[in-house]
Structure formats: C-alpha cells, structure tokens
C-alpha cells in the first residue's frame, strides 16, 4: 500500500543519455512535486504541479521535463544528462487546492538515486 | 524569498534522554506552516510534525514536540526519550501555502544529523 512510489530507486547512466524517472501516488491528491537532493544532503524544490499549472524553479535547466499523464502520476525526464545531475530525485505529492484538512502536508516517495558516469 | 537556518550539523544524545534540535526562518508572509521531517539511513522522507502559523498552541506528537515562537520565527523540536530508532537526518521546511505562492514548494534547511548513543 505504498503511498507515493518512484521508479527506479537507483539509476545509472552516462553522460549525454537521456533518462526518465517515474512518480505515482495512491492517495488521491491534487498537487506533486519534484526535489532534488545533493551530495550534501540539502533539498531543493524543482516542480510543483497540479491538474492546471506547472510552477518550476527558474534555477531548474530546461534539461528537466516533468511529464503527468494523470493527476496520480508525475514523471521527470531529463535530457543530456551531466554529471552535476547526481543526486537523489524525490517526488512528493500533497492533498493541494483539492482542500480539506492537512493539506499542505507533503508525503514524500521513496527517492531515486541517479549517478551519471 | 524565505530562508530556512539549521545552526546544528550535529548532535548527539544518550539514550532515553532528551535532546532539542533549533530552526529558525525567514518570511515576510504571516500565514505559512511549519515541518519537521525525519530522513533515516534508507533515505525515505518521513513526516514527524507539523505547525500552523496562525495557532499558537505548540504541536505535539508522542515524544516529539515544538517550540514555536512566532516573533521570534523559531521553531525547535523536542524528542523525549530518545530512542535508538531516532537516529537520521532532521529537516526543518517551511511552506507559504498557495496565498503566498506555495505552490513553490517546501523550503528545507541544511539538516541536522542526530547520533543516538546506547
């Protein structure tokens, strides 16, 4: 009964190749999101996203896509892939403008580690 | 743009004792919501607590609790009885909600890294 699942957990690519990370929540929410956590740890906001508007974050490369087929699923491509592009890439979704109690509150996917060789 | 300060890389508490890891922030907005999430060694991101801004009653859950000081914009979690199952990474978030743009998204601090010792 996984809330909010990712796949791959772990990717590993070359440099140049172009890679898809897939994101899919169970818990009816209006709003997801992709972060991206580096070497240091530190978390940062890529994209926010529900039925009607992409928010993505002006230092995020136009490399980055986010693609949602359906408002349960929300997958991030990327394109020519670098090697400042290792990290971990975590998906999130949360209760959104749907409303109703707790519903900033974000519930975060497992992580996919990305390492580009 | 808010900013979100943890001051402590690194803490470390004996067993059964009571450790408090410090936050504090920056906005201009008056209504924004407050996260403490928890990353253990597997790496997943685990919700421990959350505040609204507009209450003034700290949040508690079981042996976790805040601080929260408006004014002061600081907001400290106190876990009670640490166990050796508390030992991961600490993130303090702030999130603005959609009036303040925040579909934006959680802004995290740099984390605290929390050693439980048997």
């Known amino acids: 009964d996984t809330a909010v699942s990712q796949t791959p957990k772990y990717l590993v690519t070359q440099m140049g190749n172009d890679k898809s990370i897939k994101c899919e929540q169970n818990?009816?929410?209006?709003?997801m999101y992709w972060y991206k956590q580096d070497s240091k740890k530190f978390l940062k906001i890529m994209f926010s996203?529900?039925?009607?508007?992409?928010?993505i974050n002006e230092t995020v490369p136009n490399r980055f896509s986010p693609k949602s087929p359906d408002k349960a699923h929300l997958n991030l491509h990327i394109n020519s892939l670098e090697l400042g592009d290792s990290a971990v890439y975590f998906c999130?979704?949360?209760?959104?403008?749907?409303?109703?109690?707790?519903?900033?509150?974000?519930?975060f996917g497992p992580g996919t580690r990305l390492l580009v060789l | 743009a808010q900013t979100v300060t943890q001051s402590q890389p690194e803490m470390s508490v004996q067993e059964a004792e009571t450790v408090t890891l410090s936050c504090t922030y920056d906005?201009?907005?008056?209504?924004?919501?407050l996260f403490w999430y928890k990353q253990p060694p597997s790496r997943q991101m685990i919700l421990v607590i959350r505040?609204?801004?507009?209450?003034?009653q700290n949040a508690t859950e079981n042996r976790f609790s805040v601080n929260f000081q408006k004014a002061a914009k600081s907001f400290s979690l106190k876990i009670s009885d640490s166990q050796l199952g508390d030992a991961a990474m600490y993130f303090c978030?702030?999130?603005?909600?959609?009036?303040?743009?925040?579909?934006?998204?959680?802004?995290f601090g740099k984390g605290t890294h929390l050693i439980i010792q048997p």
């Open positions: 999130a979704s949360s209760r959104g403008l749907a409303g109703g109690r707790d519903q900033e509150t974000q519930y």
């Open positions: 818990l009816g929410h209006d709003t």
């Open positions: 996203y529900n039925n009607k508007e992409l928010i």
């Open positions: 906005t201009s907005e008056s209504d924004y919501y």
């Open positions: 505040q609204e801004a507009y209450k003034q």
């Open positions: 978030a702030l999130y603005l909600g959609y009036s303040g743009g925040g579909a934006d998204g959680l802004t």
